[in-house]
Structures are given as structure tokens and as C-alpha cells.
């Protein structure tokens, strides 16, 4: 495709969760996160972190932990009719949607069944980001980028920069140059979306960029203070890939989030893709720590076009990079 | 006076503030600095630190904006009998008086004016020392520190230490010699009162040990977001004295608070006092950074043993270190 | 100028300074600020922090303390020729030079006597972002925006949005409309460019990213260790323009260095500039922190395009803010 | 003992560790850790934190990897007197030592054979701590505790408690209320010695005071920027007991080290000791993370009064805790 036909996708935008019990949530995302309430609706949650100034997270209270869809932000509402293009020549299924501020989505199911969205008008709403008195918890600051789980890393990540235009930050592979992971971007960031080899399409994490790693060790802080040290999965740590300093943790549903900060930046057009091998200890956790297992293994799964979850598919590559626990 | 009936003062404890609108007040100390109410009754607020388990900051509601007295713990109930000795020798003032959770204070007034009170029974409240997730703003520890304005500082000094078993920790002199500041401790740390030139006895400041620089930070943006940037007076900064990194906040009463963290320790018996020339720019900020005048200025008067307040009286030393904006 | 025929201008890349004292400088820069080497000849220095693959500042011994250029990176070698076509439209003055690493430069003065450059081909070097054993000093990150002072910012902020395509993030104006300084930027960030009102054309300071604001406290300990505190300008506060964390430092020849963290990004389309009065305390500190009056008046000038210094003209707006100490 | 008679102990004071190649020492204390050296002789380092006016670690080289003593401080001459007299008491064998800037240093073998040094006269020497231009890598400040492991941790803890006036702060017990580890202090801090059940005596650990958190996550880049890794055994992170932030490296001879911040105070007289039980997993690290295997079975041999090293012996209690990966 050239470039000029692309649609111009800004920037990851938001994810619309499902969960089983919104009020166990709200005190998850609200209570101990300090994620900030832009709006709430009877069974519905729309959340942002300081800097967001539209929500980046709807919550759902439906009998499911699934992901409805995951959002992309285009340039303009010509990027909408490109994509159509690209739906109906690639045969994928389309309709227009709608959310509370996002009048006009358009939802497709990408080749490898993600649910993803684009949309161009948002209502914007003052950010409360130098509101400092009114930050609460560790002060998620925005949404930063998501990461899927999918069986071919290697033909998603080429479908993702073929036909939208991502670009190549990181990658890895084993000794036979085989694909584990990529992470690509729009944004001149490290990534708006990672790509995780495993049986998929799963969403593993949904991650806010946060202010400095002082608020991610605050988050542990408070959440073993809240007598729930098991919602924290992994880290701290500073990842190898990326640079950036990370936690994960997992919500009430298992939906499972990852607080980022401190990476670098990509807007080089000659930027030169940084290769890992997979069994490298220090590209997970560039100071050696081993990942827990559920962490490789457990994923939420996402809603079909049609309804329904979508079955996840294993691929040809399975098992786990040596260095867990 | 002998180290054997000298009475053993453990460390500086509480301060009880008169305040003209104690709603006021509760905004500053609860609502922004996010200070813990450890008990309310109608007109007055007990307030601690995380780290705190007795309150240590008493704030009344009265027509004025004064200083009851300051507080010091000791070991035992014959050190309240010593201090009794003393002030009999020395002609000092005292009563015994009560407060919440303290029910046998001795009151007295020093040989500078200043109200002074000590206590050994205290009821003793579970701290929220790693309940993180009740921490607010900044998250003030616990009680560190006050520093009095007094107009011959060294005379003070010399009774603190040669009566009170007070040690020096560092010192502020000019080309001759005299003293214009001095830190001094029963604690092992840098100081539980320093003593600062000019019309006294007045309260320079009280202040509130952090848990890093970072809290710090967070107050200005905190206070800032609150659109009160006016309540930030001096720093933050690292000082040249103590080596702590530091911030002074005035309340709406215009009562100093100083957020102090990162200081060392003085334990050793050979610890040799550190002397610090009066004009050094480095003295009071590491960096440089000039003081506001005001600093030097103002000060918070004390109540007198019998009612009303102590009437300021100015000494031989005269005037404020040039380095000041 | 359409979007298509405009040249695309990647980022801001390079500075160069000339220097008194190239030991001396050293002594600032590597030592102190721990800028990593990357090329050294005698007579020069060439310096980066670590996160650039490139060298980003040159500094130059010779008997002045001026900027000889500053350096935009562009996409491509069509970026060259469409700037050559603008220069001779517009009739401005340019040559091709050449600097190590970067064969071919292409030099021009901008209609406001600001020397720039720019450049798309560039030897890269590996990065030493995650040899943080060999970190020195507070770890300059990468280059982060320039700051030019210019007698029409208003005029200087159309030409580079309308010519180069660089959008508005924030601006400064006061009760008449009339800018008094204007954030641009061309990378996603809050700005490349930053235009303030004064005698220009001159550099008002050169800025690099900082890892957090630890890391900028850091350097002011380090500064103050070597009793050099004076070279501490303003700050460390965060800005209430750009909430960026920030702190300005004077080099050896007095130019000025702003190390700078934690904005926010602007990649949306429909991002909408934000407002300031030139006189709300919170626009330059946020924390409502006066400026030296050095900061407004003082500045580098920069090299004219046949030698000698561009003379520094005033505009129509004079005085500075009422926030000054 | 009564109090009178009792030797004042002021702080756990100084090790001296053997290793068995200096030079590998010296890259991992010196070159990644920045310590500072203050004597150097053939075959020995002497090392100090930013804060230290003494040495606070020796290593000397030898063909072993053991810990020759471990020093405290006391108050005066006379309580080395009063140690002679309770060795003679206790049957405990003692004799005079020197070490450099240290001549007279009384050396025991306390009841469970560790090897402890007692001294009074200490040669001081400017310390570093706002020299910050100096400071290197993560800039580790001052002592801070050992931690021995013992085969029967209740007895050990009363005799220091009894004989040398240590003060219990914290304790681990499991559902009989046996004692599995005790933290003991003199100096007003959570510990100078911490007692740990196992096979023993035999050095755990030896910690030193870090400026704050962010300079423990630095350690972690600074080894894995070495691509050492493998040193880093456990944490970062925040400990149940005494709510420091740690970490745990290894040297190259195996010798533990801790870095610790942010603890609290515990100069109250009426100072109530924390109990923990055993298998909480908020003990250990108050965010859950398990600890490796390692950390509970390996520790570093101590030398024998007579030379050769003690012969550890396992005690009633075995087993580790359950939450170990
Ligand atoms: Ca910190
Ligand atoms: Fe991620
Ligand atoms: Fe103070
Ligand atoms: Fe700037
Ligand atoms: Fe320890």
C-alpha cells in the first residue's frame, strides 16, 4: 500500500473492558489506582489518567472479563473511508459503532481477530494534569500503549506495518530468527502496540504511561498496604526491551495492567530496529528477574465480531523463554 | 549538672498552634498536605504523620495565631520530677496541665520565655506507617524537628545543652565568633531544636521528616495545582546545614512548616559540631539560592505562662545574611 | 505553502558553541554534567547524552562565546532540495557545509538572523542508554528543544509554522494579545522550538531530557559539590508552561543550559495551544517561584552568515514580567 | 547486668571480609558500587560511604572468603574495660587488636562464636557527604546493620539484649512462638544487628544506608549495565519488617550486601517491638514478591578465635518459609 493511501493512525487510544463486578473494579481502578472517573453510567465506568484528555478506559459490567475492542485515533475522518477501503478489499467485517464522546467508530476485526476501532471526533475535556491537589494514588498520567497476544507475530507485525504504516521499535527472536515478539508504533514512541507470541488473539496488557518510577513504587506501596500484594504480577523492573521502567498488575477480572514509564524516542526516520534474543536474561527485566509464569500463560480473551469471545488459536511457535519462575 | 540528675529528654514531640479559622487550617494540613486527623473535637484538630503514633501537631481554634507551647517526650516520669528541680532551682515558672492522650504535662516557661512542656505517659495509636493506601498528598511522616527564633542564641544554646543535655550538631557564626544559629539534639539526629537569631522568643518554624525528595516535589505541585503557590515560601533545596533536601509552607495563620528529609546521623560521642561562617551562600541553600526576606522576618509569637503572648524582644545581633532576596 | 511541497522537518538535532576555554568547558560539561564524548580533536569537542546516537553539541575553542549554528534533523535528502527551493524563493542566504558525521549540512539564515542548518545524513553511534555503568554525573538523556530569543515572536512563530509546518503547543501573550513567547514543535513533544520575546536574535538555552526529576536535583548537588553554585541560574521547579520539570544552568561563556523532564505529548490532530497570561505567576514556575532578572536579559548571540555576530535588534515589545526578582 | 555496669554500645560500626581476588573486589565495590577508598595497602581496601568518617569495610585478600570480625563502636575507654570484665565473667576468650586508624580494638568471640571487635578510638576523617561532585554510582552513605545467621535466634537476641543493652524492634515467630529472625538496635534506627535462623553463625548480610529509593534502582542499572545481573539476588523492593526499601547483591565472593532506606525511628523509651509471623508474605517484601532459595541457605563462613573459620551448626528450627521461589 502507498503511503499516500494509508490511513494516518495517530496513536493507541482506549480499550472498552468487560467485567464481573463493577464495584470491585472501581475500587481496583479508582480507589487504589487513582485512575480519575470522567464519566458513569448504570453499570459503566469511562476512566483517564491526568494527561488523557478524552477516557482511555471503559469498563463494563457484563457476566464477562473480555475485551469488547481497543482503539486506534486517526488524523481525520478521510483515514475512516481508508480504512473501508482496506475492509472491504481485505474482506475484513466492519460496522459503524458509537460511545459516550465518539460519536463514529468504525469497528473491524483485523485478520487475526482483534477487535480493533478507529475513530477521528472525540470530545475533548480539560485534562487535569497541573490539578496536582486533585491526583490521587500513584496519578496514572495516559494511556501509553497495548499489547497482544497472537500466534504468527511475524505476519501480524507485517500486516500492522504493510497496511497501517506501524513502524518496528524492538523485536524478538530465537536462534532461528523466528519472531516472539515486535513492538511497533505510530507515535515516535517506543510502541503504541506490542505483538506477544501465544495462543490468540488474547489482549495481554493495557498500559498507562506514568510521571517517574517513583509512582510505580508507589503503586506497590499501595496496593500491599491495601492487603493486596497478589495484584502485583510482576516487576518493578526495568525492562530490556524498551528501557523503560515497568509493573504489571492484574485487575479483579485478571484483565492485566502495565504501569510504563521512561522509555525513548523513535522519530528518526533511519531508526534502526534493536534485536533480542529471546533467552537473553536481560531482555525482560534488563536486572535478570525472572518472569512469573502466569504472566507468559494468562490473557484476556476478546470479544468477536459477531459476538462471543474469539477461540484462541496456538501457533507453530510454543513454549516460554527459559527464565521464569 | 550532672549527667546523672540531668532529666533524660527523649526527642521534640508536639506543638499546639492557635489558629483563627480552624476550617481553614483543615484544608492546608488535611485536604492538601494530606496530615492524618487523629482525633477532632469542636474547635480543635489532633494531626500526626504516618509515621507518627501519638498526634503531634494540636491545631486550636482561636481568635489569634500563636503558639500554646512545644512539646518534648522524656524517659520516665523522674525525669518530670528532675524538671520540677530545676525549674525550682532556677526560678522557672510551671504548672502541670493535660491534653488527649497526655494526661500529666509539665508545663514550663524556659529562662528565654519560651512555653515548654514535657510529658512521659502518652497514649499510643497503631500507626499508618504501611497503610499506604490511606497515605494523602505528600504523605508527612513524623514530627522531626522546631526551630525558635531567640535574640542570643548562644546563651540559649548553653542552656539547652548544659541543662537539658542537649548536643551540637552544627553552628552559625560571623567573623567574630557569634553565634547566629545552632542545631542541637537528644535524638541522634541532626537536631530536635535549632535556634535561630533575631526577636524572640518566636517559632521559626515546625517541621515534618519526608519520606524522599520526591514527597517534597509533590507538595509544591500539590499547593501549586491548588492555585496557593503563595503558601511555598523557600525552596525546595537541599540545605548546606543538615545536608537535608527541604521546603518551607506557611498556613493561612502564617505558622511555618518545614518538610525536611534525607538528613545524617550524630550518634557518636566525638561527633565534632560542624561550624558554618554567617554569609556563606552555601549555608543555608547548598545551591545558592538566595532566601526570601520574610523568612528572616516573620515568625509566629508564643503564648505566655500567664496568659497573652511573650512580647518579642530583639538581641545584639542585628540585621540578615546578605544572601537574601 | 502546501503540506505536500514543505519540507519535513524530523526534529531539532544539533547545536554548536563556540567557546573561550575548552578545558574549562570540559570541565562543565564532562565532568560535571557527565556529557559523554563521542568525538574529540583539538580545539573541539563533540558531546551527547545518552540516549542520542549522534552527537548533539559541538563546542568549538575560539576567542568568542557564540552560536555558530543550530541543526534540524530531515526526512530525507528531498527535505534539502525543497529547503533550497524556499531559501531562494524567500531570498535568504545558504551553503552547503559540513561537520563530522554529517557530510552534508545545509546552512541558511532564517529571515530573523537565526543561523540554522539541516541535515538528513549522519553517522550514527551506538547509544549508551542502557550503559548505565558507564552513566556519569546526572545522565544527560538527549537533546530536548532550543530556545531562541527573537524581537517579533509572533511574526518568527508564522513563518516557522507556515514554511516548516511546526504547530503550537503553548503561548505566551499578554492583555493585549500581543506573544510574548510561543512553544513549537515538529517530534510530537511540547516543543522543538521555543521563541521568547527580547533582543534577538540570540540562544536563550540549549535543553536536554533528563531521566526524572531526581536526576536534575542530582545536578544541582553535583554543582554545589564543586562550589560552583552560581552556575545554577533558576530553578529546580517545573514550569507551569509545559509542566515540565526543569532547572537552568550558565556554562563556562555563559550559555545557557535548561535540563528538562516530564511534559506531555501533542501528536493529536485537534490539539488545542494553550494560553497564557504573561503575567499569571504560574506560567514560569508553577510553583509561583520568581525568576532572576539574568534569565530575561541575558542571552548568547549567534553567528552572522558571513562571520561576525548577527547585532542583537529589540522589538517593539520591551520590559519583562512583573514575576522577576 | 544493670544499666549502670552494662557497656554503652553506640552502633554496629565496622567488617572486615576476606576475598580471594582484590581486583574483582574493587570492580564491584569501587568501579559499580562507588565506594570510596580510603586507604589502600597491598592485599587491602579500606572502604567508606559519602557519610562515613571512618572506614566501614576492609577487604583484605586471602585464599579464603570469610568474615574476619565484625566492630562495634563504644561510647569511651571505660567500656572496653567493662567488656574485658564481662569476657572474664562469660568466659568469652578476648584479646587487643589493631587496625589501621583503629589502635586499640578489643576482639571476642561472642557465646555462638561470632567474631565481634569493639573500639572506642577511631581516627575521623572529613567525610564526602556534600561533596557530590565525588560521588559515584549509587553513592551508598553510611552503615547501617549486619545481619548474622544463627542457629538459635531467641537466645542469641536475649544475650544481646541482656549483656550489651540491645532493644528489640522487630520479630518474625512462627504459630509456636519460636523465634525465626530478631532486629535489635542501639543507635535509635530499626537495627545494628538483625539475627536470622540457620546454620551459623555465619554473615547473611552486611547493609549500607542509601540516599533513597531511586539510588537503589540505579545499583540495578549500574550492575546490568555491566552485564552483571546475576548479582542482583533480590529486590528491589519494600521489606514488611522495618518498611525499608532494599536490595540484595552478591560480591564475587559470595558476601551479601543490603541496600536499605527509609526505615523509622525508635527512640521512645516505651517503643512497642513488631511481631510478624513467619509465613505472612507482606514480611518479607510488603508487595509479596517471594525470595530465592539462596537468600535463606547461603551466607558467608566467619573466622575462629583461633584461626580457621567457625564450623556453622544447625539449630532446632529448620526449614525456610514457604514464600521462596
Ligand atoms: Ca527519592
Ligand atoms: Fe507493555
Ligand atoms: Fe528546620
Ligand atoms: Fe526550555
Ligand atoms: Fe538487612
Redesign the interface.
Known amino acids: 500500500m502507498t503511503e499516500a493511501s494509508r490511513p494516518n493512525i495517530?496513536?493507541i487510544a482506549h480499550a472498552v473492558f468487560t467485567v464481573r463486578n463493577l464495584e470491585a473494579s472501581r475500587e481496583f481502578y479508582v480507589?487504589?489506582l487513582g485512575m480519575n472517573i470522567l464519566h458513569e453510567e448504570p453499570g459503566a465506568l469511562y476512566l483517564r489518567g491526568v494527561?488523557d484528555r478524552e477516557w482511555t478506559l471503559k469498563l463494563e459490567e457484563k457476566g464477562t472479563s473480555t475485551v469488547r475492542h481497543l482503539a486506534y485515533?486517526v488524523?481525520?475522518e478521510a483515514d475512516l473511508d481508508a480504512l473501508v477501503t482496506l475492509a472491504e478489499r481485505e474482506g475484513l467485517p466492519y460496522r459503524w459503532e458509537e460511545e459516550l464522546d465518539r460519536p463514529r467508530l468504525l469497528r473491524m476485526q483485523d485478520p487475526f481477530g482483534v477487535p480493533v476501532v478507529f475513530y477521528h471526533v472525540s470530545q475533548?475535556h480539560p485534562w487535569l494534569?497541573?490539578?496536582?491537589?486533585?491526583?490521587r494514588g500513584p496519578g496514572l498520567q495516559?494511556v501509553d500503549h497495548v499489547n497482544v497476544m497472537v500466534p504468527d507475530v511475524e505476519t501480524t507485525m507485517r500486516w500492522y506495518m504493510d497496511t497501517l504504516g506501524f513502524r518496528l521499535s524492538e523485536y524478538t527472536v530465537d536462534e532461528q530468527e523466528r519472531y516472539w515478539a515486535a513492538w511497533i508504533q505510530r507515535?515516535?514512541?517506543v510502541h503504541d502496540l506490542a505483538l506477544t507470541n501465544g495462543p490468540g488473539p488474547r489482549l495481554h496488557h493495557w498500559a498507562y504511561w506514568m510521571?517517574?518510577?517513583?509512582s510505580i513504587?508507589?503503586t506497590?506501596?499501595?496496593?500491599?498496604?491495601?492487603?493486596q500484594?497478589?495484584r502485583?504480577e510482576r516487576g518493578?523492573?526495568?525492562h530490556?526491551v524498551s528501557?523503560a521502567?515497568f509493573l504489571y498488575i492484574r485487575d479483579p477480572d485478571g484483565h492485566r495492567i502495565e504501569l510504563y514509564t521512561?522509555d525513548?524516542?523513535t522519530?528518526?526516520?533511519?531508526f534502526?530496529p534493536i534485536r533480542w534474543l529471546r533467552d537473553d536474561?536481560?531482555r525482560q527485566t534488563?536486572?535478570?528477574?525472572?518472569t512469573p509464569r502466569s504472566w507468559f500463560e494468562e490473557a484476556s480473551e476478546m470479544e468477536a465480531f459477531d459476538g462471543g469471545t474469539v477461540q484462541p488459536v496456538a501457533g507453530e511457535l510454543t513454549g516460554i523463554p527459559v527464565h521464569v519462575?
Request: glycine share 12%.
Open positions: 495517530i496513536r480507589d487504589l494527561e485515533r488524523n481525520g475533548k494534569l497541573q490539578d496536582f491537589h486533585l491526583h495516559r507515535r515516535g514512541g510521571p517517574d518510577a517513583m513504587l508507589r506497590c506501596d499501595i496496593l500491599a498496604g491495601a492487603r500484594p497478589e502485583i518493578p523492573g526495568r530490556g528501557n521502567f521512561s525513548y524516542i522519530v528518526d526516520p533511519d534502526e536474561p536481560r534488563l536486572w535478570g528477574a525472572r519462575i
